[in-house]
């Protein structure tokens, strides 16, 4: 069966830190990846996804980035955080392929900037 | 561009009662799918039920059932016989069929309705 990871659990962070949140999927080749945040009171606004290694596509332009170093790895990074950068970070996958159905959740990282 | 709406950001119900849950959701998508999302407070999404809009008939998951409207563009979410541990966040999605360029299944979320079950 297909689990997926994300770590760390919590963070706190100060402003102007790196930041760098990974995400892994097992059980599965070639998922779609998707990197969500979550802000208090509000849905889910979808960061970056990817289809493929290397393969990163932005929803919203702002100063995190996302890498795909391998097929089941998603990577969140930030040079310097910002105080509007707190919120709870979903990472999701996909089967790949046209007749994929729901986006699977990770639990999810709480991050805190200070 | 699609949107999703949850027009009720609270609503409570009493052990073993039921309650139905609003979303509305705009698209001039002919063909998408719809999903309700639950968020404990573990804050894990687990998902509920899906409903592909070319099926007429209204999917059911055990005491979930939703109430699909595609004229109406409407997707209820209805929970039976409400248990302590429905108490969660709930969220309606949507998803075109139709893929964008860049190949993505982006889900479009409402903002979640909380919903608190009383003993």
């Known amino acids: 069966s297909q689990t997926i990871h994300q770590w760390p659990a919590t963070l706190v962070q100060p402003v102007g830190s790196p930041l760098s949140l990974e995400c892994t999927v097992e059980g599965t080749s070639n998922p779609n990846l998707y990197w969500y945040r979550q802000a208090a009171g509000r849905g889910l606004q979808l960061l970056f996804y990817?289809?493929?290694?290397?393969?990163i596509s932005s929803e919203v332009p702002q100063n995190l980035s996302a890498s795909r170093p391998q097929d089941r790895q998603f990577i969140l990074s930030s040079k310097k955080l910002l105080l509007s950068d707190s919120g709870f970070y979903l990472c999701?996958?996909?089967?790949?392929?046209?007749?994929?159905?729901?986006?699977?959740f990770g639990p999810g990282t709480r991050l805190t900037v200070l | 561009a699609q949107t999703v709406t949850q027009s009720q950001p609270e609503m409570s119900v009493q052990e073993a009662e039921t309650v139905t849950l609003s979303c509305t959701y705009d698209?001039?998508?002919?063909?998408?799918?719809l999903f309700w999302y639950k968020q404990p407070p573990s804050r894990q999404m687990i998902l509920v039920i899906r409903?592909?809009?070319?099926?007429?008939q209204n999917a059911t998951e055990n005491r979930f059932s939703v109430n699909f409207q595609k004229a109406a563009k409407s997707f209820s979410l209805k929970i039976s016989d409400s248990q302590l541990g429905d108490a969660a966040m709930y969220f309606c999605?949507?998803?075109?069929?139709?893929?964008?360029?860049?190949?993505?299944?982006?889900?479009?979320f409402g903002k979640g309705t909380k919903l608190t079950v009383n003993p």
């Open positions: 990817s289809v493929g290694i290397g393969q």
């Open positions: 999605a949507y998803r075109p069929l139709q893929f964008s360029q860049g190949g993505s299944e982006k889900l479009v």
């Open positions: 698209t001039s998508e002919s063909d998408y799918y």
């Open positions: 409903q592909e809009a070319y099926k007429q």
């Open positions: 999701a996958w996909s089967p790949l392929g046209s007749r994929s159905f729901e986006q699977f």
